[in-house]
């Protein structure tokens, strides 16, 4: 072996042992997010006490649980995952007999739950797809998936649509943000609408990037399953972590009030999570102030993005006594800088004379933003 091999080696390594570990957490927790679900359904059809709890069961499951990603939602959910693919308890048994709790079996997570189930064995749930193929199926996708892809198969209520974007995940490995895309741009449909459908799939399947590990620690049930902090796990571009770090420290130097709340901070939205680059809580303005970078030149969706940011603050985060929020939004290419408030609207005259003084002026922030452009592009 000489020096190049060396190197050759180590990286080869070092990327594989790498992605096995991601496979392995997410193995877990698919496991638990499905016994979880399996949980709660059998509280709701046998629970001593569930006439008690009712339609209120996974709100005051998740406000007493108190474990970190196990929101209303995400109970919700696991609910749905269960009885979507009831079947994972017996394609895996070997590893459920491994972490299930002491005194319960296997055979315990096999039994007649949903309609799927018939005695001990289970149908499969499509028809023309015999009980053996169907289990070698599950446990084909139940090795290629995480559970954010199970969260996007999970909406889909046609079982040969849902079979079609299973089929496609385990034969090209897309990350969350590619298979999502394809049941948004409907590639189900337009395969089946084509008269060439092995070409229309194979098309389709060329513009699919098969999920790195990067991609898959940024899936937010990583970060709460092995509980790390979010702002250490998330990646960003060289160029945007040197900003936001850099413009997090312009702010709190301009003074005026400013305190430091968040980096990255996750906000849910419906059944999806999304992330404000920086927040801040203005202490003379008494109002939330929410910064989204982007490294790009201005599109549409970028205001509206923050403005839905600013709505969920005005509706979830805003305690008395608190203005409305304000968002700052920064758009750059490399040889423009462009700065957007948008924030809510501000009727008190004393509130918007502070708010002229207080807060960075666009002219400001134009500056830094061509400043620190300027000093990424010397490097």
């Known amino acids: 072996m000489d020096f190049k091999g060396l190197l050759s080696s180590i990286s080869k390594t070092h990327v594989l042992l790498q992605q096995s570990a991601v496979n392995a957490v997410n193995r877990h927790i698919t496991l638990r997010n499905w016994l979880i679900g399996f949980y709660i359904v059998e509280f709701e059809q046998k629970g001593e006490d569930r006439a008690k709890y009712g339609d209120l069961l996974l709100e005051k499951l ?8 196990l929101s209303e939602t995400n109970l919700k959910n696991f609910r749905r995952f269960y009885l979507c693919y009831s079947s994972i308890g017996q394609t895996v048994s070997d590893e459920f007999q491994q972490i299930i709790p002491i005194g319960q079996t296997v055979s315990d997570l096999s039994k007649p739950v949903v309609a799927s189930v ?3 064995r289970v149908s499969s749930p499509i028809k023309g797809v015999t009980v053996a193929q169907y289990k070698k199926h599950i446990v084909q996708l139940f090795a290629s998936a995480s559970f954010s892809h199970f969260t996007e198969l999970i909406k889909i209520d046609d079982a040969y649509k849902r079979l079609y974007y299973e089929l496609l995940l385990i034969h090209t490995q897309p990350s969350v943000r590619d298979l999502r895309r394809a049941i948004h741009t409907l590639s189900y449909e337009r395969t089946g609408l084509s008269q060439n459908k092995k070409l229309s799939l194979q098309e389709i399947e060329k513009k699919i990037k098969p999920a790195q590990a990067a991609d898959v620690i940024k899936d937010f049930y990583f970060f709460d399953f092995l509980e790390l902090p979010q702002s250490e796990t998330i990646h960003e571009t060289e160029l945007e972590t040197a900003l936001l770090t850099h413009l997090e420290k312009f702010i709190l130097e301009l003074g005026n009030g400013f305190c430091f709340e968040a980096r990255q901070k996750r906000l849910l939205i419906g059944d999806e999570y999304f992330f404000v680059d920086m927040v801040f809580y203005h202490r003379i303005l008494h109002c939330h102030v929410l910064i989204e970078l982007k490294v790009e030149k201005f ?19 805003r305690t008395e006594g608190d203005n409305p929020p304000i968002g700052i939004l920064l758009v750059t290419d490399k040889n423009n800088a462009m700065v957007e408030y948008a924030g809510a609207t501000i009727e008190e005259k004393m509130f918007v004379s502070k708010y002229a003084v207080m807060l960075p002026t666009k002219k400001q922030l134009e500056n830094f933003l061509k400043k620190e452009l300027k000093k990424y592009k010397t490097k």
Not at 62 to 69: D, E, H, N, P, T
């Open 62 to 69: 998740a406000r007493r649980i108190k474990i970190s990603g």
């Open 118 to 120: 018939s005695g001990n």
């Open 299 to 317: 599109v549409s969706y970028h205001a509206s993005q923050l403005k839905s940011y600013l709505n969920y603050y005005e509706k979830n985060c």
